[in-house]
């Protein structure tokens, strides 16, 4: 039986706390979350109308895979508890393989990201000024070329529907203070180095990725949130990468794609009906993204 698309969650039996993009929030008691990621999709900071069946497994799968593989290099949200153990009977099939039950933290609104190679906003920022975030490259890079290492780029977080603002470094230290700034900058290029060297051995390249952090009750940093999937991240198979283009990734990209060639759309909401084989195509990417990540398939 295959499993149930959720668009949105609806739990009786848990309060919600907030609606993302893409996850559903609700309070476990005082201290724990439970996360649902639904099947939503967004492009261009625009929720679209139509889930992607099996989406929201895919990325709690491959986030779920990434935690347990860095888990050395810092603490993670996760509780480790079952979130089926959480909700009644009959939701247990609304939050089953697409949730996790986690630790509530207070969260760092600066996104840390990471980038490997010169593509999307970074791209357009080296054009214009010869840096990315404030960070001076050599001249002479070409689109899509891995950078001589890997670069930190934070981003301010935006309220829903409107876009991160990327910010350099200073910024950040000017909203989270020095220490945390350059604890979670010195933790975000570990992150992303052990992660790209693992995705490399498996014939995918890590473009670029954002990790998510919250504080303890020490005020200690813990990852949150998503790690590493194809929502959070780049993904380009190693053997259709090219230097000059942008390469195929593992994502989003044919929504991107056809909602860009849509005349007279201006990228608010509502976003155009997606045809049945742009969902379907979408769909596959996401799974074949988490089999040569992971090595598994989609568990039922």
């Known amino acids: 039986?295959?499993?149930?698309?959720?668009?949105?969650?609806?739990?009786?039996?848990?309060?919600?706390?907030?609606?993302?993009?893409?996850?559903?929030?609700?309070?476990?008691?005082?201290?724990?979350?439970?996360?649902?990621?639904?099947?939503?999709?967004?492009a261009f900071d625009v929720v679209l109308d139509q889930p992607i069946p099996d989406k929201g497994r895919v990325l709690n799968q491959m986030a779920l895979f990434w935690f347990d593989r860095l888990a050395g290099i810092v603490p993670n949200h996760l509780t480790g508890d079952a979130p089926e153990s959480v909700v009644a009977a009959d939701e247990v099939d609304q939050v089953r393989g697409r949730s996790m039950l986690v630790r509530r933290l207070e969260p760092v609104l600066v996104e840390a990201v990471v980038r490997g190679y010169l593509i999307g906003s970074g791209w357009k920022d080296y054009q214009a000024s010869g840096a990315v975030c404030g960070i001076r490259l050599p001249a002479g890079l070409r689109m899509a070329e891995q950078l001589p290492e890997p670069i930190f780029t934070p981003a301010a977080k935006a309220e829903l529907g409107e876009h991160d603002e990327n910010i350099d470094f200073d910024e950040m230290i000017?909203?989270?203070?020095?220490?945390?700034?350059?604890?979670?900058?010195?933790?975000?290029?570990?992150?992303?180095?052990?992660?790209?060297?693992?995705?490399?051995?498996?014939?995918?390249?890590?473009?670029?990725?954002?990790?998510?952090?919250?504080?303890?009750?020490?005020?200690?940093?813990?990852?949150?949130?998503?790690?590493?999937?194809?929502?959070?991240?780049?993904?380009?198979?190693?053997?259709?990468?090219?230097?000059?283009?942008?390469?195929?990734?593992?994502?989003?990209?044919?929504?991107?794609?056809?909602?860009?060639?849509?005349?007279?759309?201006?990228?608010?909401?509502?976003?155009?009906?997606?045809?049945?084989?742009?969902?379907?195509?979408?769909?596959?990417?996401?799974?074949?993204?988490?089999?040569?990540?992971?090595?598994?398939?989609l568990e039922d």
């Not at 039986?1 to 929030?25: C, E, F, I, T």
């Not at 005082?30 to 939503?40: A, E, G, H, K």
Request: no cysteine; proline share 7%.
């Open 174 to 297: 000017r909203r989270i203070g020095r220490d945390l700034a350059e604890r979670i900058r010195d933790i975000s290029l570990r992150l992303y180095a052990q992660a790209a060297d693992y995705a490399a051995s498996r014939g995918i390249l890590i473009a670029d990725t954002k990790f998510e952090f919250g504080l303890d009750a020490d005020g200690e940093p813990v990852l949150m949130d998503e790690v590493l999937t194809a929502d959070s991240s780049r993904f380009w198979p190693a053997d259709e990468y090219r230097v000059g283009i942008s390469p195929p990734s593992f994502d989003k990209q044919f929504v991107r794609d056809w909602l860009e060639a849509v005349p007279g759309w201006d990228k608010r909401a509502p976003a155009p009906t997606l045809p049945p084989e742009i969902v379907a195509k979408t769909a596959a990417k996401y799974r074949e993204a988490l089999r040569r990540l992971t090595g598994r398939e």
């Open 1 to 42: 039986m295959p499993a149930p698309v959720v668009h949105q969650s609806s739990l009786h039996s848990l309060p919600l706390v907030s609606r993302g993009k893409v996850r559903d929030n609700y309070a476990v008691g005082d201290d724990r979350l439970l996360i649902v990621t639904t099947d939503r999709l967004s």
